[in-house]
């Protein structure tokens, strides 16, 4: 059974850059055909994907967040993160980690961690 959990500052402040972790257990990052996934959810918004990362180490992004996030992968700890920078309060969510298939069909989802920012 695949497990995914995420870690995160909890409180940011505007225009800082922050770092939310997936750790991995059950299963590895670098599994043929696994892509690993940002995705956040705002108060009063649907889901929205921030990226994700392929078991082959090569990070993708939506082209609107593209400037301001990047996604990297610690094998040995078999972790991915997430990193955006300049962070308004419209950055504030619950933001999950999920694993799926090259189609984007998602079989594992973390149980998320809140981000708040706030000065």
């Known amino acids: 059974q695949v497990q995914l959990q995420e870690s995160g500052p909890g409180l940011v402040k505007p225009s800082q850059t922050f770092s939310v972790t997936c750790t991995v257990s059950?299963?590895?990052?670098?599994?043929?055909?696994?892509?690993w996934n940002w995705i956040r959810q705002s108060p009063g918004k649907g889901l929205e994907w921030m990226g994700g990362?392929?078991?082959?180490?090569?990070?993708y992004y939506p082209p609107l967040l593209k400037s301001r996030t990047s996604i990297s992968w610690d094998t040995s700890k078999n972790q991915f993160t997430l990193h955006l920078t300049s962070v308004t309060p419209e950055d504030a969510a619950v933001y999950y980690c999920a694993r799926s298939d090259s189609s984007f069909k998602i079989d594992y989802w973390g149980q998320g961690t809140q981000v708040t920012v706030s000065s």
């Open positions: 059950g299963g590895s990052i670098t599994t043929n055909y696994v892509y």
């Open positions: 990362i392929g078991y082959r180490g090569i990070p």
